[in-house]
């Protein structure tokens, strides 16, 4: 909540204040996208996907937490996501000895080592990642370079669950996909030093042939089945790219 001064001249010179008293002035933009977010997660519920929201990624990562505990699960997985590290999620599963977390992100294994996580962590009882982009409709947007993020949310995990900041709302499918290619994918490639791609110079795409391009696999998830194998969290912040 916001507060200024309304002044009000009576008597006196011109334009010599004589009084001033405080007016609140809501700041709307959390409302704005509350509406937003909740009817997305209606339309969500509708199309057989479990939603709900949360005001802050803090708070997405207290109902991770709940609905992890309620699965409990033998195994977890995840595919790399900004948004899941910015809520303190990875840390928090990798932390927790109740369940066995396959980490295909580590830092201190080859690569060839971490893309034989990865394909372990399609197989597990609960998998999570992020969304590139979502629209209005209900329609969950992404493009990978590897495919493990859309493998693991298409099929094979047990149970999904989904972080997506508002900033990944759009009006259309059209607009996802513009999305994902002008501003998502060159500040992904950006954020991978060792790449060596067009748009981390341009920040724009080339459509290119790079041996590095990260945009090769799109999936378009209209619908979730089973019912309820998939859980998406929207978040009332900016997170990710």
């Known amino acids: 909540m916001q507060s200024t001064f309304r002044k009000f001249v009576s008597g006196g010179r011109p334009g010599r204040p004589l009084f001033q008293f405080p007016i609140l002035m809501a700041d709307h933009t959390f409302d704005y996208w509350q509406r937003r977010l909740d009817a997305l997660a209606g339309i969500l519920e509708k199309h057989g996907f479990a939603a709900e929201t949360a005001a802050t990624a803090a708070g997405a990562r207290d109902r991770i937490r709940r609905a992890v505990e309620n699965i409990m699960p033998k195994s977890v997985g995840y595919a790399d996501s900004r948004t899941l590290r910015a809520a303190g999620v990875i840390d928090m599963l990798r932390s927790d000895s109740r ?20 394909r372990q962590a399609l197989m597990t009882d609960l998998f999570l ?9 209900g329609t969950l947007v992404w493009l990978d370079m590897v495919g493990n993020r859309i493998g693991g949310v298409a099929f094979g995990p047990r149970k999904v669950i989904l972080v997506a900041g508002r900033n990944k709302l759009t009006g259309s499918l059209e607009e996802a996909m513009r999305r994902i290619r002008t501003v998502a994918a060159p500040l992904n490639a950006r954020a991978h030093e060792h790449f060596r791609t067009p748009c981390q110079i341009t920040s724009r795409c080339h459509d290119c042939s790079s041996p590095d391009r990260i945009c090769n696999t799109w999936l378009a998830m209209e619908r979730c089945y089973p019912k309820e194998r998939i859980r998406v969290i929207l978040v009332n912040e900016d997170l990710g790219y």
Do not use: C, M, P
């Open 129 to 137: 990642t992020g969304v590139n982009a979502i629209t209005e409709q």
């Open 99 to 118: 369940w066995e977390f396959i980490d295909g992100f580590d830092r201190s294994k080859s690569r060839a080592e971490n893309l034989e996580q990865r």
